[in-house]
């Protein structure tokens, strides 16, 4: 059974900083993975989609990484605002014909002005 | 052009009754999920359509839980005998065809049961 981890669970970050959350999951047999951001009351947002065959995806400020075979991925996030403030999950969506996500917990991230 | 959408956005039930929450995914989508999140926790994949059939229900808790989707296009998650522990936020979420597609997902029906 897959399953998805996110450290930390928690992250509170001065403006201006990069920073990195991390995502791990227990199968390596998946499509794609996904980092979604998710407001509060709100439902999710895609951010980025790496499919298994790549290793990264970049749009704007965010940069996300995926090591299929050691079963981690990465979501960087440069130069941090404010408005960032989110909870960001990571989901992972099955091989063998699986079409359903699985979920980290996610990571709450507060960018302080 | 218009996202998912759900109605009712909150639904307040007492226990042992029934309820249902509507789905409308975006026009032309062929792929229809649902999602239960609870709070602090990632969503909870419970069903997946493609088109009016259920491809995968392997999420849904119990028989209490049923999901249709007669026509292809908009889905109804229909809950028997409402338990205080169904209380989550229920999301939807569609896609194109199905699989290595972007899932776009609605803002969700948060269902408490008193």
């Known amino acids: 059974k897959q399953e998805v981890t996110q450290i930390p669970a928690a992250l509170s970050v001065p403006e201006g900083e990069n920073l990195v959350l991390n995502c791990s999951f227990t199968d390596s047999a998946i499509y794609n993975l996904q980092w979604f951001r998710q407001d509060p009351g709100k439902g999710l947002t895609s951010l980025l989609l790496?499919?298994?065959?790549?290793r990264e995806q970049t749009s704007g400020r965010l940069n996300a990484s995926l090591d299929k075979s050691s079963g981690r991925s990465t979501l960087y996030i440069a130069a941090s605002q404010p408005g960032d403030s989110a909870t960001y999950l990571c989901?992972?969506?099955?091989?063998?014909?699986?079409?359903?996500?699985?979920f980290g917990q996610g990571t709450r991230l507060t960018i302080n002005p | 052009g218009a996202g998912v959408s759900q109605t009712p956005s909150n639904k307040v039930t007492e226990k042992g009754k029934y309820v249902e929450l509507r789905c409308d995914p975006i026009?032309?989508?062929?792929?229809l999920y649902w999602y239960r999140q609870s709070l602090g926790q990632g969503p909870e994949f419970l069903i997946y359509?493609?088109?009016?059939?259920?491809?995968?229900d392997s999420g849904l808790p119990n028989d209490r839980f049923f999901a249709v989707r007669p026509e292809g296009s908009v889905s109804t998650l229909k809950i028997q005998r409402t338990e205080r522990g169904d209380s989550a936020v229920y999301l939807c979420?569609?896609?194109?065809?199905?699989?290595?597609?972007?899932?776009?997902f609605g803002p969700g029906t948060r269902l408490t049961v008193l």
């Open positions: 359509f493609q088109g009016t059939g259920a491809a995968d």
């Open positions: 989901a992972v969506e099955g091989g063998q014909g699986a079409q359903k996500l699985v």
């Open positions: 790496i499919q298994s065959s790549q």
């Open positions: 026009s032309g989508h062929t792929a």
């Open positions: 979420a569609s896609s194109p065809s199905g699989s290595t597609d972007t899932q776009y």
